[in-house]
């Protein structure tokens, strides 16, 4: 792994599979890396990598432990970090500085991060765009995030929060509170029960001028909850046009695939998907008919999506060791390695050289 590690000077994107204890030499050879130990005293390694994407294999352990990417916030070039299932925190000796890493996108899936992700979030001196999908059965605080997100509210242009689509099953009512601050923002994401102030706040007052898009996810399946979030709607889309000059793009989500359907009547509506069809429910159409219509007057994009249908299209492979692509030892014999810039492997692939 050293030796592969070393031989990719030019390497700009890595994505590999976590597979436990076994993978424990990679963490390893990653702050050996950092810290210019051999073999990397003579030449930097990876001083090109700007993109690393950390899949997990499914083991006993089941997540990835989070103080395995403090090494990928040392390197210089790094702006995209994606992980699944990562879990808790660093440890106090393993705290990196405030704004002292260069990475601009962070993505977190399927993971569970009680602290709002202070750790990850607070080293990144420009960070721009920040997703993250609960899976745990405690709760997402969502508080904590706002507190941990704040502190790059003027840098922010993306933000999702909520949970892995299909597992928001845990009462929470936590607001994350206003986003005004929130200057560069332009696309947001979060929960019907996360998103506002107070309950009788108008939307419009708590979001700010820069945003072009919002996605309302995990909405009720309450048809009288789903009327007052749709009268908000109708009124943020209406003042939009003075407060919100760049909003375009409104999205809905929740549970709303008509159950009744025959397969030939599904198999025709998602041909139209995200489109208006018989594949939802009728009710979902009725009470948001006036939001689509002042959205149209507006120039405003209108989508209604299903959770079970996002879920199906978006949901993340099952790195399971029985489902791994084949890969040819051959192949990676052959690599250039002062041309190569993008590689994708696994551990046991390059033990078989």
């Not at 499914?58 to 989070?66: D, E, K, V």
């Not at 507006?298 to 084949?326: A, C, K, M, W």
């Amino acid at each position: 792994m050293a030796l592969l590690l070393y031989l990719l000077p030019n390497l700009e994107e890595l994505e590999y599979f976590w597979i436990g204890q076994r993978m424990h030499q990679i963490g390893l050879i990653l702050e050996r890396m950092v810290a210019g130990e051999k073999p990397f005293d003579q030449r930097p390694g990876l001083p090109r990598l700007c993109q690393a994407h950390i899949k997990l294999i499914h083991t006993a352990q089941g997540s990835f432990p989070l103080q395995r990417l403090r090494p990928f916030y040392q390197l210089p070039s790094m702006r995209v970090l994606k992980v699944q299932r990562a879990i808790g925190g660093f440890a106090s000796d393993d705290q990196l500085p405030d704004n002292s890493s260069t990475i601009e996108h962070l993505e977190i899936v399927q993971s569970r991060m009680p602290n709002g992700c202070c750790e990850l979030i607070a080293p990144c001196k420009n960070l721009k765009s920040f997703k993250y999908s609960h899976h745990d059965g405690s709760g997402l605080d969502i508080a904590a995030f706002s507190q941990s997100l704040g502190a790059k509210s003027n840098t922010l242009e993306e933000l999702s929060v909520g949970y892995c689509r299909g597992e928001s099953d845990v009462a929470d009512s936590q607001s994350f509170g206003s986003l005004r601050d929130y200057t560069a923002l332009k696309r947001l994401r979060l929960r019907m029960d996360n998103l506002g102030d107070t309950p009788g706040s108008p939307l419009v007052d708590i979001l700010p001028s820069s945003l072009e898009s919002l996605s309302i996810s995990d909405t009720s399946g309450d048809e009288g909850k789903h009327k007052l979030l749709v009268a908000k709607l109708c009124d943020l889309v209406k003042a939009s046009r003075v407060a919100l000059p760049r909003f375009k793009l409104l999205d809905i989500e929740g549970d709303f695939q008509n159950p009744t359907l025959s397969s030939q009547e599904r198999r025709e509506g998602l041909r139209v998907y995200p489109g208006p069809s018989s594949l939802l429910l009728p009710w979902i159409y009725e009470i948001t008919k006036e939001t689509r219509t002042i959205c149209l007057e507006t120039g405003v994009s209108f989508t209604i999506r299903d959770i079970g249908i996002e879920r199906q299209i978006n949901n993340l492979p099952d790195y399971h060791p029985d489902n791994l692509p084949e890969y040819n030892p051959v192949a990676l014999q052959q690599l250039q390695g002062e041309h190569l810039e993008n590689v994708t492997f696994s551990l046991d692939n390059f033990l078989m050289l």
